[in-house]
């Protein structure tokens, strides 16, 4: 149980263009579900956190017009990356918390490339 | 704020020995949950073990273990009779407290086990 899909698994873009990353949760409901970036070799950084049916809440220094987070239903979040630049470049993971415990299940990434 | 250091960035191990990775960990709350996360180079995040901070029982999980000492808040993993599938990143995380749903992360050990 407490699986989380995330399509795509990889995604090149040319500058400029937006791109979409999808979040699912396949087998629980997820009131909350979190969105990561993390570099090469490094820790995951949050960016956000999506609740369902309300606007989401971003980290410090995270722009919120740059990275658009729709929860539209209990099993489903999107990430999209706006006008996107080569600095944009990164892995993007997203996740669920179970509703009755604390932990997070996570989706298995997006290798964003902006040419 | 809550803040959390694992001060082995890489450790190293024959197969079939045992390895502990170190975890500290400052926080002011006196519940919370404590999370060992691993990411093998596939890089999707899979949570290994958890620990409840009012529970005195070190949590175990087959070859997984927890050293939990509140007191002086260190969260230590030891994997037993270790396996070249235990090759990973291994992060520990938790949240703040029971009604704060973001985890904060350490920077992570690597974990390499030698044929």
């Known amino acids: 149980g407490a699986v989380v899909s995330q399509h795509p698994s990889r995604v090149i873009c040319k500058s400029g263009t937006s791109v979409k990353i999808e979040c699912r949760s396949l087998?629980?409901?997820?009131?909350?579900m979190f969105w990561y970036r993390q570099f090469p070799k490094q820790s995951l950084m949050l960016m956000a956190t999506?609740?369902?049916?309300?606007?989401?809440?971003?980290e410090q220094g995270v722009e919120k017009d740059k990275f658009l987070i729709n929860h539209a239903s209990l099993t489903l979040s999107t990430l999209t990356v706006t006008s996107a630049h080569p600095e944009d470049s990164s892995f993007y993971i997203c996740?669920?918390?179970?509703?009755?415990?604390?932990?997070?299940?996570f989706g298995p990434g997006t290798r964003l490339t902006v040419t | 704020a809550q803040t959390v250091t694992q001060s082995q960035p890489e450790m190293s191990v024959q197969e079939a020995e045992t390895v502990t990775l170190s975890c500290t960990y400052d926080?002011?709350?006196?519940?919370?949950?404590l999370f060992w996360y691993k990411q093998p180079p596939s890089r999707q995040m899979i949570l290994v073990i958890r620990?409840?901070?009012?529970?005195?029982q070190n949590a175990t999980e087959n070859r997984f273990s927890v050293n939990f000492q509140k007191a002086a808040k260190s969260f230590s993993l030891k994997i037993s009779d270790s396996q070249l599938g235990d090759t990973a990143m291994y992060f520990c995380?938790?949240?703040?407290?029971?009604?704060?749903?973001?985890?904060?992360f350490g920077t992570g050990t690597r974990l390499t086990i030698i044929p």
């Open positions: 996740s669920a918390r179970t509703p009755l415990t604390y932990e997070q299940y």
């Open positions: 087998d629980f409901q997820a009131t909350t």
């Open positions: 999506s609740n369902e049916g309300s606007k989401a809440t971003y």
């Open positions: 926080t002011s709350e006196s519940n919370y949950y």
């Open positions: 620990q409840e901070a009012y529970k005195q």
């Open positions: 995380a938790f949240p703040a407290n029971f009604g704060n749903e973001k985890l904060t």
